[in-house]
Structure formats: structure tokens, C-alpha cells
């Protein structure tokens, strides 16, 4: 079946830790983004990528770094800058149209990090 | 920039009755419109979109929303709630056109409990 896979599921991170947290697509989409989610703030975007080898940063990309070196895989890795790491990150991708006509997002499980 | 506001944060309704779940936008043309729904611990699926036309738009189980250009409004509404309605409820929307920031922007949500 085709879908978007995280993991893992739950990922503890110490201090000072850099943590990496997967995200696969067989979907064969074009875009994949990264959304971080607490309590009360709905999703905010943190990196997105439209091609391979390309990404931009999104609202809270500070203390975040991604890649694109596949289309199947945008893997984040949460460095020991991002001072308050702990909460649900969410991947996501969609397919890529000029003009844009669907712009539906295609979401994984998600990833619960904490800081321990 | 483009923002996304729900402005209830919790909503209780009986089963049966109807529901109505309010988002505005502020942005300078019409961008796309959408609402997704969120079960606990689990990723986001899409119920609707807007792109242009009829502003009376259906989607999947039973939920429709209204794009009300004066009110800068996408109200999401449902005759009769079920009680496996209960989710929180996330409006989103992304600025048309090819260029630009080309990932959605989120609302803080909406939680729905039903009561029997």
C-alpha cells in the first residue's frame, strides 16, 4: 500500500543531542514538508521541499535541518539548538501541479519527541 | 502574511444535533482553502477543499463548509454529528499562484467532543 512512514513512533533525545527522524513516501510525490504540532498551536511548518536536492525553510526552521537527497525521503534531524524540542512532528507530502490543482497533504503517524 | 484563525478552541455538542466549526483567513487575494481532521496520536486526513466556484463545497463524511468572501470566511458545517466525529478539526490554507511559499498554513484547531 502506498503511504508515508515515520519513525520511530516515540524518540526520547538527552541534552545537547542532535536526533534524526525518518520520513519515507511511496507515493512518488514531488513535495514533502515538515510541520511540528503542541498542544494549542496547531501545525507549524518547519522545512519544505518541492524537488529533489531543494528545500526551503518555513516559519520555525531555527534549531531544525533537513535533506532531500532521494524524492522518497526528507529525514529531520533536530540539533542541540532547538532548545524546546519536545513535541509531535508530523510529515507530510503532496504531488506537484503547475498550476497547482491538488494541494492535498498526504500525512505519516507522527514522531513524539521528548527531552530527557 | 497569510494567517489562519479558528477561534474556538474546544466545542461540545450532543449526537445528532449540528455542528459548525468557524475559520477565517487574512490574506490579500482568495487563497485555497481546506479542513482536515485529526484522530489522537495520529496524522492529519483532508476533508475538503476550496479552489474557486460553487462556495458551497462537500466533502468526505458528511461535512460541507462555506466560502464566504466577505467574511474572509470557510466555516465547516455538519447536519447531524456522529459520535466518531470526535477529532480535532484544522482549517489551512495556501496562497494560489506558482510562486511564493507553496506549503499550508494551519490553524490552531478545533476540538470536538461529542456527547451521546
Known amino acids: 500500500d502506498g503511504g508515508i512512514t515515520q519513525s520511530p513512533k516515540y524518540l526520547f533525545r538527552k541534552e545537547g543531542q542532535n536526533v534524526t527522524l525518518s520520513c519515507e513516501q511511496n507515493l512518488n510525490h514531488d513535495a514533502m514538508y515538515w510541520y511540528r504540532q503542541d498542544p494549542g498551536q496547531g501545525l507549524r511548518l518547519i522545512y519544505y521541499s518541492q524537488i529533489v536536492n531543494d528545500f526551503q525553510k518555513g516559519d520555525i526552521a531555527e534549531g531544525y535541518s533537513v535533506s532531500r537527497e532521494k524524492k522518497e525521503s526528507f529525514p529531520l534531524t533536530v540539533t542541540s539548538a532547538q532548545k524546546n524540542p519536545t513535541a509531535f512532528y508530523l510529515c507530510?507530502?503532496?504531488?506537484?501541479?503547475?498550476?497547482?490543482?491538488?494541494?492535498?497533504?498526504?500525512f505519516g503517524s507522527g514522531t513524539q519527541l521528548s527531552v530527557l | 502574511a497569510q494567517s489562519v484563525t479558528q477561534p474556538d478552541i474546544h466545542i461540545t455538542v450532543s449526537e445528532g444535533a449540528s455542528l459548525e466549526l468557524r475559520c477565517n483567513y487574512s490574506?490579500?487575494?482568495?487563497?485555497?482553502l481546506f479542513w482536515y481532521v485529526q484522530s489522537p496520536g495520529q496524522g492529519l486526513q483532508l476533508l475538503l477543499k476550496y479552489f474557486s466556484g460553487d462556495t458551497l463545497v462537500q466533502g468526505i463524511k458528511g461535512f460541507e463548509a462555506e466560502f464566504k468572501r466577505s467574511q474572509s470566511s470557510f466555516n465547516l458545517r455538519k447536519p447531524s454529528v456522529h459520535w466518531s466525529d470526535a477529532a480535532e478539526y484544522f482549517c489551512?490554507?495556501?496562497?494560489?499562484?506558482?510562486?511564493?511559499?507553496?506549503?499550508?498554513?494551519f490553524g490552531s484547531g478545533t476540538r470536538l467532543q461529542v456527547q451521546p
Open positions: 490574506y490579500g487575494a482568495t487563497p485555497y
Open positions: 507530510a507530502s503532496s504531488m506537484w501541479y503547475r498550476p497547482p490543482t491538488n494541494e492535498k497533504l498526504f
Open positions: 489551512a490554507v495556501v496562497q494560489p499562484g506558482d510562486t511564493g511559499r507553496r506549503a499550508l498554513t
